[in-house]
C-alpha cells in the first residue's frame, strides 16, 4: 500500500491493534512498544493541518509510508526507555511500576490529613509502600486538587524533608511533588531523586535551572494554565493533539536548556482543566505519547473521572476504577502509574505481567 503524507502537515503515530506476543509474526509486521512488554501490528496514522485532522487511517506496521516525519516519530515508538538510577535502586522502564502518592497536606481529595504532622509515621507509610511494591515513592506537602490554597514554600519545605530525609535513609526512591524551586532544592538536598511537577517548571522562574543543575529525572505534567493553577481554561477543540504538541514543545524547550531527554518523562494530567470526555480521549490515546521519545507517567488514581462513570462514588470508594485505568495504562506501555492503592495496583500489574510472560513463552518452539 502506497500513499503520500500532505507536505505541510504535523504527522502523528498511534500504536494500535496490539498482540499477546510477536511469536508466530512475520519479521517486521509488528513492532516493540518502547522497549517494553507490549508489541503491536499497526498504527493510526493522523495528519493534522491547522486545527483538523485531514487524515486519519490504520497502517501496518510494514506498510509505514517511507516518509521522513513518520519514520522518525516511529523509532521514538520503538526505541527502549533507559533505566532511572534512584539512589540505591534502579527503576526499569522496560514494564510498568506502581509510583506511590504520599501526600502530606491536611487538604488533598483523597487522603488529606492523613500523614501531616507526624514524620516517622510519614516516613513508616511510605516504607510500607515500598514493601507494598512501589518502586517510586512520590512525597508532596501542597495539594493541587481545583480550588486548593496555595502553600507558602517554607510551610511546604517543613512538611516534606524530614520525610524525605528518612525515605531516602531507607533505600527507597523517592520523588518530590512540587511545583516551587526551593521546595526542589530542599528535597533533592535531603535526598530526593526526582522532580514530579505538575506545571511542567513553568510555575516558578527558577525551576528548570534547579533541575538542570541537579541533573535529576523531571516528570512534566501538562496542564492548561501551568503558571497559575493548573486547571483553568482547557476549552480543547481535539485533547489528543493538543496536549500531544504541547507536551512535545515543553521537551523540547527543556532539552535546548540542557537536561537529557533520557531523564524527563511525561504526563498527559488527566483531571487538570479537562473535561470527562478530554480525559477518555487521552486515556484511549495514550499510546500516541510514545511518540515524543519519553517516559509516561499516568496519574488517574481515585481522580473525579472515576467517580463521574461510577454514581458519584466517592474517592475512598474508587479502587475498582483506579485499576481498570492502571490497567488501561499499562496495556499501552505507561511506564509509571502513579496511584494511592498500592498493594492492589502492585499486585494488578504483577499478574499483568505474569501474562504477558505466559503469552511469550507458550508460543515458542519447543
Known sequence: MTFS??????????????????????????????????WFSAYELIAVEGDKRTLQRTVAVADLPDDERA??????????????????????????????????TPDSFSDGGRHVGDPVAAAQAGVDMTVAGAAIVDVGGESTRPGAATV???????????????????????????????????????????VNDVSALLYDDRALDVTAAAGCPIVL?????????????????????????????????VVAKGIDRARILIDPGIGFGKSLADNLA?????????????GIVLGASRKRMIGALSNEAP??????GSLAVALKGAELG???IRVHDVFETAQALRVWRGMRDAALVSRLPG
Open 5 to 38: 503524507l500532505p507536505a505541510d502537515a504535523r504527522v502523528y503515530l498511534r500504536p494500535t491493534q496490539f498482540i499477546d506476543t510477536p511469536v508466530g509474526h512475520d519479521d517486521g509486521s509488528v513492532a516493540r512498544l518502547a522497549g517494553g512488554l507490549c
Open 71 to 104: 519514520q522518525a516519530i516511529a523509532a521514538r515508538i520503538a526505541a527502549p526507555r533507559a533505566s532511572l538510577a534512584l539512589g540505591e535502586r534502579v527503576v526499569r522502564l522496560d514494564q510498568p511500576q506502581a509510583m506511590a502518592i504520599l501526600n502530606l
Open 152 to 194: 507558602w514554600e517554607g510551610d511546604e519545605i517543613e512538611r516534606v524533608v524530614p520525610v524525605i530525609e528518612r525515605l531516602a535513609r531507607s533505600g527507597a526512591a523517592v520523588s518530590i511533588d512540587t511545583r516551587k524551586a526551593a521546595v526542589m532544592e530542599a528535597a533533592l538536598g535531603a535526598g530526593a531523586h526526582i
Open 221 to 253: 505534567m501538562h496542564s492548561p494554565d501551568p503558571a497559575k493553577t493548573g486547571h483553568e481554561g482547557g476549552n480543547y477543540g481535539d485533547a489528543l493533539i493538543e496536549v500531544y504538541d504541547w507536551l512535545e514543545r515543553r521537551v523540547d524547550e
Open 282 to 294: 487521552l486515556l484511549n490515546g495514550l499510546a500516541l505519547f510514545h511518540g515524543i521519545g519519553c
Open 315 to 320: 474517592a475512598e470508594a474508587r479502587l475498582g
Open 334 to 336: 505507561a511506564q509509571l
